[in-house]
């Protein structure tokens, strides 16, 4: 009983920066790691960021010192600040994490529905 909403997409030029949010609610009781991951056209999804509970975070070779992934543990929020956004860069971008409920013995991969983000001239 856990959604994972996305917001923040949208049509941005080349050079352009956009901040991605990710909202966890329902019967959240505790969240591990998150991420981002995103899926062009024709292609794999792709894992773009994780940051763990502590976090500690990892990224995509694509993106390093372009990207930041932040959390806000208060509001169960994750977040994908990207600067220097490349045309390459488009793609629907899909949040998860890694979540206990109050209601369950172990925790569960959840995926949020995605946001759409085009870097276009």
């Known amino acids: 009983q856990v959604q994972l909403v996305e917001s923040g997409g949208g049509l941005v030029q080349p050079g352009g920066s956009l901040r991605l949010s990710c909202a966890a609610s329902g019967s959240v009781f505790s969240i591990n790691a998150m991420g981002w991951y995103r899926q062009a056209p024709g292609k794999e999804r792709e894992s773009v960021a994780v940051i763990t509970s502590g976090g500690s975070t990892t990224y995509a070779d694509s993106v390093k010192g372009r990207f930041t992934i932040s959390r806000d543990n208060a509001k169960n929020t994750v977040y994908l600040q990207m600067n220097s956004l490349k045309p390459e860069d488009t793609a629907v971008y899909y949040c998860?994490?890694?979540?206990?409920?109050?209601?369950?013995?172990?925790?569960?991969?959840?995926w949020g529905k995605g946001t759409l983000v085009t870097i276009s001239s």
């Open positions: 998860n994490g890694n979540i206990w409920t109050a209601s369950s013995g172990s925790t569960r991969m959840y």
